[in-house]
């Protein structure tokens, strides 16, 4: 009866994804991304890839808090209290129960048997694999990420210099 | 009851499907083709590492991680050049971007 979970997890992330187009208020469509995420992390994790899940949880969170605190710059506060539902108290409060016993099934939940028992996806293996057949893409990769720091910082630092800021 | 093939590919379309009906459904709001962009992204992910299960092979999990951190980086990367765009525009429309420079 394995795959009923992976079935539940799949129905979380698809209505997750439904409501994260459909819903109106973009904050909503943020949580609602949460959750899919959260529920694509909990299926990882069933799979015996607990790091993945984890690297993909925390890598949403960070882009989340971002995205958040973006959120709060143009927002549009007045336009937000008439958005608000009436039930907004249970939504929320239904979205963490359903936030915190995903992320409880991290820890607890043992792997899936798929066909035979699951291979070994634990950290010593895939970074194994990471630095012995994809050393390249690593390094790609890394070049990326910091030529995209220092490109959004330059850009940043220009803007505040532009508009008569200390930078 | 198994986790077969289809049941897997049909859940990574429908992902892919909703972030394409999202990009087109609010394609004149910036953020919102933000988010529809990373569902295209964690339809990409379910697949790679759903595959990587079933082929018992770790490659697929290894593109999953380049994945999430592309997704993270495009998300931060945008975020800010949104950010200079709206200090300048006061708007994020794109059908209101005829005059962004190069």
């Not at chain 1, 993909?56 to 969170?61: D, G, I, R, V």
């Not at chain 1, 958040?68 to 008439?82: E, G, N, P, R």
């Not at chain 1, 039930?87 to 099934?105: D, H, N």
């Not at chain 1, 895939?126 to 994809?134: E, F, H, P, Q, R």
Request: hydrophobic letters at 60%; a positive charge; aromatic letters at 14%.
């Amino acid at each position: 009866m394995y795959a009923v979970e992976f079935y539940i997890f799949a129905a979380l992330v698809l209505t997750a994804a439904f409501l994260s187009v459909t819903v109106r208020p973009i904050l909503y469509a943020a949580f609602c991304q949460v959750q899919a995420v959260v529920a694509v992390a909990g299926i990882l994790a069933g799979l015996n890839a607990k790091f993945v899940s984890f690297a993909l949880l925390s890598m949403t969170a960070a882009s989340m808090l971002v995205f958040l605190m973006f959120a709060l710059i143009v927002f549009d506060f007045h336009q937000l209290q008439k958005t608000v539902p009436q039930k907004a108290s249970v939504t929320s409060l239904t979205f963490f129960v359903l936030l915190c016993l995903q992320t409880a099934y991290l820890f607890f939940k043992p792997q899936w048997p798929i066909k035979k028992s699951a291979p070994d996806f634990s950290l010593p293996v895939l970074g194994n694999i990471l630095y012995a057949d994809y050393g390249l893409c690593v390094v790609i990769f890394a070049a990326l990420v910091l030529s995209c720091m220092v490109g959004i910082s330059a850009l940043l630092v220009r803007k505040k210099k532009e508009n008569g800021g200390n930078a | 009851m198994s986790i077969d093939v289809p049941v897997i590919l049909t859940v990574s379309s429908f992902l892919v499907f909703f972030g394409l009906w999202g990009v087109l459904r609010h394609r004149r709001d910036l953020m919102r083709i933000l988010l529809a962009l990373q569902l295209i992204f964690l339809g990409s992910l379910f697949n790679f590492s759903m595959g990587s299960a079933l082929f018992y092979e770790a490659s697929g999990l290894i593109l999953s991680l380049f994945i999430a951190c592309l997704t993270g980086i495009q998300t931060v990367a945008s975020l800010a050049l949104f950010l200079l765009y709206f200090q300048k525009h006061d708007h994020l429309m794109t059908d209101r971007a005829e005059m962004m420079k190069g």
